[in-house]
């Protein structure tokens, strides 16, 4: 494969607002434990501040290994072989949280997109040991989103602690991490889901595999019609959902979520709501007399990934669009305004 001196890479040069702007940058060569991967595919989110003007977007990359560094081929990887780059780019392999397996909160990790020159450019470094095997059957275009989303929310479901045949509540299950807890959980885990997102998205989420749908926009929070936790207890037969993960940024999400639970449940925090506020009912006399847990999820690790992709090919059937490099404000727009359903990423073999 011809490498050459310059590439493209599209970078924020206005943080904090919808801007970006296509430069030519220098390709890297690989040092010692490295690969340069060239990128077909990319997913991504919109990160305002405090990202610095001129720093390449981009996460969930996937691409070929164009070249290798020294010491790299003791990684298994080789030239040709298709990989993915996920949100964290860089985990050290050698701390006390990479030791138990959480890569997630890795003391020296390096996040694609945000401190780590991102995947919206036609090469990227990586390192040799941290890239994920993309397996055959599964599209470089399916594959992209599942590299965050797909492994932050299978990383939660395992978490749950729920067993094939358990009621799991996936609160925001029409967004971007939701639909695909939904048909990870249903199809992959044999859960029996119950989504609750606006109404528009009912069709969508039973399309992913949802055996009950629930409104939150017609949930009584008043003396009036039923409350989500009614209609949560009456899907379970009264007896309530062994785990509820919440992919929503809301606090009132947060609020509800753990009167949706049974005893012994687990409550999963994915979701960060941007005004973050303490869980409501966690009080003491609840925690206890029904036994629950709550537990946070960041991203998953290199085996949850692997884990991901594999399953992935077998049961997600997401719908995604493909944007060219100059839509993506456009795009950026729409995700700020909610407007978009399942994922959207970005082709980077076409800079025309």
């Known amino acids: 494969m011809d490498i050459p001196k310059t590439h493209k890479a599209l970078v924020y040069d206005k943080p904090g607002d919808i801007s970006t702007n296509v430069v030519d940058v220098e390709t890297p060569t690989p040092g010692p434990g490295e ?9 991504w989110k919109f990160l305002p501040e405090p990202i610095k003007s ?16 020294p010491s790299s081929d003791v990684s298994g990887v080789r030239i040709g072989d298709r990989v993915g780059i996920k949100w964290i780019a860089f985990a050290c392999g050698n701390c006390a949280a990479c030791l138990s397996g959480a890569d997630g909160v890795c003391v020296n990790q390096k996040v694609s997109g945000f401190t780590w020159p991102g995947t919206f450019q036609q090469f990227v470094l990586a390192p040799a040991h941290y890239v994920t095997p993309i397996p055959d059957g599964l599209s470089s275009e399916m594959a992209a989103p599942l590299l965050c989303g ?13 067993k094939s045949g358990d009621w799991v509540v996936i609160a925001g299950a029409g967004g971007g991490l939701g639909h695909l807890g ?3 959980g249903s199809r992959g885990m044999g859960f029996k889901i119950i989504g609750l ?22 949930c009584s ?27 929503s940024a809301s606090n009132a999400a947060y609020a509800q979520g ?14 960060v709501p941007g005004d973050p506020q303490p869980i409501e009912n966690a009080c003491p006399h609840i925690m206890v007399s029904k036994q629950l847990r709550i537990v946070g999820s960041t991203v998953g690790n290199r085996r949850d990934a692997i884990e991901t992709l594999d399953m992935a090919k077998r049961v997600v059937s997401t719908p995604f669009q493909v944007e060219k490099v100059q ?13 978009l359903q399942g994922r959207v990423l970005l082709d980077l073999q076409s800079w025309a």
């Open 35 to 43: 690969v340069l991967v060239k990128i077909t595919h990319s997913g």
């Open 54 to 69: 001129g720093q390449v977007g981009g996460h969930e990359g996937v691409g070929i290994v164009a070249q290798m560094g």
């Open 150 to 162: 797909g492994v932050t929310v299978y990383s939660a479901l395992k978490k749950s602690k729920a």
């Open 182 to 184: 939904v048909q990870l």
């Open 197 to 218: 997102d606006i109404g528009s998205k009912e069709e969508f989420v039973k399309g992913c595999g949802a055996e009950v749908f629930i409104d939150i926009t017609k």
């Open 221 to 247: 929070t008043g003396d009036r019609g039923k409350s989500a936790t009614e209609m949560v207890l009456a899907a379970t037969g009264g007896a309530g959902a062994s785990a509820v993960v919440i992919c």
């Open 258 to 271: 753990l009167d949706f639970l049974k005893f012994n449940g687990t409550l999963v925090c994915v979701g």
């Open 327 to 339: 839509s993506i404000d456009r795009v950026f727009e729409e995700m700020r305004g909610g407007r």
